[in-house]
């Protein structure tokens, strides 16, 4: 009888939701493999995903991985008061520290996120907060660019972010120079807003690609520089990846590709196909997914919008042929949402 | 023969009665047992929890009765949601609310309203003079908070639920964080150091990133705390609080009634409310019915001006003929 009431006490345990008890396990196996290999980061620790197996290649605070220099990541290693960009070979061993943001006195230090490799490979764009001598309060990232080989301090603003809205970040460097950028911004009535902007040259307003209503971020582009991949929230929640052809002045209507907690999307280095993570059940714990772009699912290349001062965006949805179904390649793992999948060919 | 036959028979039948009937009580005892030892951090915490300890108000007009059985449950109803930062920094019986939302849930049409009031609103406080509304609280506790959120909105509010900031971030971390797609990268550069550090008055550097992500408590709470550098402030937070909220609602859909007790013991002070256990068993369900589109999110933005009174800056309602207009729309007084 004691056993019995036991069991009770235990059985009634297991009736728990699983919210509650389920923990994420470091990646291990894919379910399918990929050509190339895939760089992704959970819980601090960066990860290589390569023939289908995932070897950790780095601990410790590190995040958003992306295609570097020749043989060479780059990757932000995030303390608790900032964040700096460093290169890492492959084996995830640090090659050189680019920025040194960290200060003893707390409000003296930096955040640099999402670097970013321009087109000729000579320069990083990534986001940084400079300092408001007007007013120590205001926190704004901006883009930055700086060469490959130099100094931070040759970093040169791209940028002017809005003020105290979180500033502009995710810049996707063009082959021809330039620049798409998410910025951060409110309405007048106060409600929040993101919009992909394309820049030419360090300071320029720009053009705005999409519309303030479409809530678009994330931007990346595709190797070949024609079709861009980008996450919109529409002002509400979830969100919704979509693809859109660029022509490198305007894009095209776009295509839902993946709706829901869905995020952070990186392209294959042929452009047959995105991956991007996605938030499962009722854990919340980000997974990859893969979609293949190949034909027939091909996203017809549409007739590219004229270049224009206005926004094209994305607001109307093309009605798109079926897509193949989005693979999932990974169950029970937990990838930081606001780091990309960076794949390599090699 | 037959009679004698049958008496060990009978005395046999009965004693096997008595066994069976002596073993199943056991069984009910013991089983009874093992599951009263499992939801008794539920019931310990349940007393604490209910124990709100309001001063007595005097001729303050008094919340309305949460007797609403469980029965009751789809008529619509109004809760008071109060949130305290509530670390060291802090005299626990004199806390401020940060945090003050205006919950309106119709579970039978599957609707929530939520109405975030500013803390810095100036208002009458019930026989306290005028001050900012986050007083109220540290003055007389949720009845004198909810008596004046009554008074100055004119509306009726069924039940409240009070909050501190640790109380929030284990509730977080116990439903296993909340997934949300964050509006824009929240950044705070004098962020207070007050949870889990030896000096509540230090402070840290906070960036939340934008995007679909999976928060744990800590870092949901940096989301919905950090104003300093959002050019509405305090309303922008509220925006924020009222999104996590809702990410919170999603996860209540999964809880069932064997998570009571790991929630209860969760909270060990950090959360007091006159909402009855049984209520909230019956309102998880209800979470689970309302669609996202069906919730209604109101702040004060536009409804007030700035102003400094005493070297204090405050906001003042601009027109509360409009204010009230808004809050009637789906608050009845």
Known sequence: MVVFGYGVYHYLGSLKSRVTTEKAVAPAKAKFSLPGSVYVAQGGALYRLRAGSFQQIASGGWTQPSPGPTGQLLAVKREAQSSDLYLLDYDGHVVKQLTHNANTDVHLNHWSFYPRLSGDGQTIYYSWDPKDPGNFYRVDLAVYAMPVDGLQRQARAWTDPNQYTGGDVQPAPLKSGGLIYAKFGLTPDGKNISQLWLTTRAHATGTALTKEEDGCAQPALSSDGKRLAMVCTSAGQPSKLMLADFDGKALGPATVVASGLVGAPGWAPDGSGVLYLSGQDTTGHFQLFFQDLTPPAQIPAGPAAPASAKPTGPATPLPAPTPKPARQLTTSNDYDATSAPAWLAG | ?333
Do not use: C
């Not at chain 2, 029965?71 to 004199?94: C, E, H, M, R, Y």
């Open chain 2, 1 to 333: 023969m037959r009679q004698r036959a049958s008496r060990p028979n009978q005395s046999g039948k009965v004693l096997s009665v008595r066994f069976v009937i002596l073993t199943l009580i056991g069984f009910l005892l013991t089983g009874g047992a093992g599951a009263g030892a499992y939801f008794l951090p539920a019931l310990a915490a349940a007393r604490q929890i209910t124990d709100v300890g309001p001063p007595n108000l005097g001729q303050v007009t008094q919340p309305s009765a949460p007797a609403i059985a469980v029965s009751s449950t789809l008529q619509p109803f109004t809760v008071l949601l109060l949130g305290s930062d509530n670390d060291a920094k802090f005299d626990p019986n004199q806390l401020l609310t940060q945090s003050m939302i205006l919950v309106r849930v119709d579970p039978a049409a599957h609707k929530v309203a939520m109405f975030s009031i500013a803390r810095d609103l100036y208002v009458p406080i019930p026989q306290n003079g005028t001050a900012k509304i986050d007083k109220a609280y540290a003055y007389g506790g949720a009845r004198l908070a909810v008596a004046t959120v009554q008074q100055n909105f004119q509306v009726r509010i069924d039940n409240y639920v009070w909050i501190g900031l640790e109380g929030l971030v284990k509730l977080i971390d116990m439903v296993g964080g909340i997934d949300v797609v964050t509006s824009n990268p929240v950044l705070d550069d004098y962020y207070p150091d007050d949870i889990h550090s030896s000096d509540p008055y230090g402070y840290t550097r906070v960036a939340v990133l934008p995007g679909a992500q999976h928060l744990d408590g800590i870092h949901a709470m940096q989301y919905v705390r950090s104003r300093h550098s959002d050019l509405r402030g305090d309303f922008g937070r509220s925006v924020r609080q009222q999104q996590v909220l809702l990410a919170l609602r999603t996860k209540a859909k999964s809880l069932t009634a064997a998570d009571i007790p790991d929630l209860a013991s969760t909270f060990n002070g950090q959360l007091k409310t006159d909402l009855s256990l049984d209520r909230i068993r019956a309102l998880l369900p209800v979470a689970a019915k309302v669609q996202t589109q069906d919730v209604k999110q109101m702040t004060l933005l536009n409804y007030t001006v700035g102003e400094n009174i005493g070297g204090e800056d405050v906001l003042l309602p601009s027109d509360w003929a409009a204010i009230h207009s808004l809050v009637h729309q789906d608050f009845p007084s």
